[in-house]
């Protein structure tokens, strides 16, 4: 089959790999529809962060070749989400709706668990894998079927994590793909006044206009939250999403946050310390961490089906496998907010 | 009136001062009945930070002695009880449940506003000020009256930080005064295991476990979290309450709690980092800081009133204002949990 390959910094080539197969009864193979690029596989596109020279990519929708013998709830043929970590579902962590700390868990995006290719091997099917109900979808709801396999549900977590209620003043931190589907999920969840914090870029505003942001502040540091404090008549934001993940973003989340807010983090911290006093004279929470997409899965999926969110608004790009590299340069060069990689058709 | 006096580290001196005065419309003056002497008090008494030659102290039960022309919630001849920040319950952070982040308001325990003294200026009495209800009210429901005014009303601020719910396994760091205060207020809030992480002092041994606590963990740093893990069958607590502030203490609440579970704060923070890769990864949470004394103040002056809890109980030293500073060193050494001090009748 063809993959992906991460190279080194600025080279994924597409290269032969053996296609993958069934190695204990839990395991399913998919064939990947849809795949995509994310914010964190440019840590490694951009050397920030190391990376084999493997397999790559974590976020995929494909239908299901070939299952275990253990596997029930997913048959061959079945259109499946697979979220960016795989959990069985069952054990105390995963019953808790933390799957992401599943105790026999891991992550897709390395080795033989690289998504941008055209098969998978999905440990733990069960536990993971969730079917899209029969039915014919077209490129749109595809793509919206797709981000809930990461970026929508990541989104979501933030806002979930920052507690947000109806009729919240909530601050998004970050107008990535992350960041957007952040907007999305806190419109989902009730807000009424979404503020966010993020770049000049126009093609972010418009689509986090579209998704429910009411206000954009396009300064940085310390004029951001002056802008977020007139904004609120002094008060702060009643919920803050933090969808970056860098110092700046950080400090600018917890003092955006009003007194007794909670800050929902999902941006992975980089050298981002959080000020323990600060925070606790304030009573500012924070709560978050890697999205235990496959707990939302079921709501974020019939939320999708109903139309009621489309979250595959975010990709303006396309392309193919072979192109793959070029859909990293342009989230690179910020010509893209997320890339969407067709890799074959239902 | 006689006024403890901070004189420097190791001495609170009892000292002539003017009576307060109504100085405000908003102003109340209080006689004092009860006060009492909190952990934090110690922090300056043991020289670990700075505090004026002045008047010290933050919690007290009182009787009105005079109102400014503006105060109407409360009246001369109330029993109120006084918590230790002061502030308007009307401002938007009030309306939002966080008295001590009140724009208008301020903490008492320095200057004039010691509450360690026979007579107490209110500021903004409406907004902080609570009146018990008319009655005869012995010695042991006076002491549960002035827990209210800080060390029950900070256990149950962390417990309700921690998002303590029915059936969970709580644990709390601390078995001072206010960790055993976070024990009755997590049984309060329907934990059904509640494990202490605290001294070997027999005496708060006792407390604890008539207060509902279940286990107790008297080894420190990793050999706790490693008990704790065993008596969790390696998950780990559902809340953490962290009731010290210290380094140790908080990566002990951080180490403990289960992935999802949220550390309730109330220990002010000395030197005690928290670690933003781990927590993120772990998907941890911290709420918490100063407690909001008088959000709590009507659903604990309830309980406490119908008997559903006897927070005064954490009072196992008593004396009158004269012999204060002995107090402090019983407290100091570790011979009292809590010292109350008598300064009137009602």
């Known amino acids: 089959m063809k993959a992906a390959i991460f190279k080194g910094p600025g080279l994924i080539a597409v290269e032969e790999r053996p296609k993958p197969e069934i190695q204990l009864p839990t395991d399913a193979v998919v ?3 849809r795949t995509c690029v994310c914010g964190s596989d440019l840590w490694y596109y951009n050397g920030d962060s190391p990376h ?43 019953e808790n709706g933390v799957q992401t700390a599943c105790v026999d868990g891991g992550f897709f995006g390395g080795g033989e668990l690289g998504c941008q290719a055209e098969f998978l091997r999905v440990p ?10 029969e039915g014919k979808y077209d490129d749109a709801q595809l793509a919206s079927l797709l981000t809930l396999s990461d970026v929508m549900g990541t989104g979501y977590h933030a806002a979930v994590a920052a507690e947000v209620k109806p009729g919240h003043t909530v601050a998004v931190v970050g107008d990535g793909a992350v960041g957007l589907s952040g907007v999305l999920a806190a419109k989902l969840l009730g807000a009424s006044r979404i503020i966010v914090l993020g ?47 860098s110092k700046t973003a950080t400090e600018t989340a ?29 009573n500012i929470g924070m709560r978050g961490g890697p ?4 707990e939302y899965l079921p709501e974020l999926l019939e939320a999708t089906l109903r139309g009621d969110i489309t979250p ?25 907010i997320k890339a969407l990689i067709k890799v074959s058709e239902v």
């Not at 595959?312 to 893209?336: N, P």
Request: glycine share 10%; net charge negative.
């Open 31 to 33: 064939r990947i529809v």
């Open 52 to 94: 084999d020279e493997s397999g790559i990519g974590h976020e995929a929708l494909g239908v299901v070749e070939a299952t275990g013998s253990a596997v029930r709830s997913v048959k061959t043929g079945d259109l499946v989400i697979v979220p960016f970590a795989y959990s069985d579902n069952t054990c105390p962590h995963c």
């Open 124 to 133: 733990l099917a069960d536990g993971t894998a969730v079917a899209v109900p």
């Open 199 to 245: 770049s000049t870029h126009a093609p972010r505003h418009e689509l986090a206009r579209k998704w429910g942001a009411t206000d954009l502040i396009t300064v940085r540091g310390d004029d951001a939250v002056t802008e977020l404090f007139e904004l609120t008549n002094g008060v702060g934001a009643d919920a803050v999403l933090e969808c970056v993940g």
């Open 254 to 282: 917890f003092a955006i946050a009003r007194p007794g807010a909670i800050v929902g983090r999902v941006g992975l911290p980089h050298d981002a310390p959080i000020d323990a006093e600060g925070t606790f004279l304030r």
């Open 291 to 294: 999205a235990p997409v496959r």
């Open 312 to 336: 595959g608004d975010v990709f303006d790009y396309v392309t193919d496998l072979e192109h793959i590299d070029e859909a990293y340069q342009a989230m690179q060069q910020r010509r893209a």
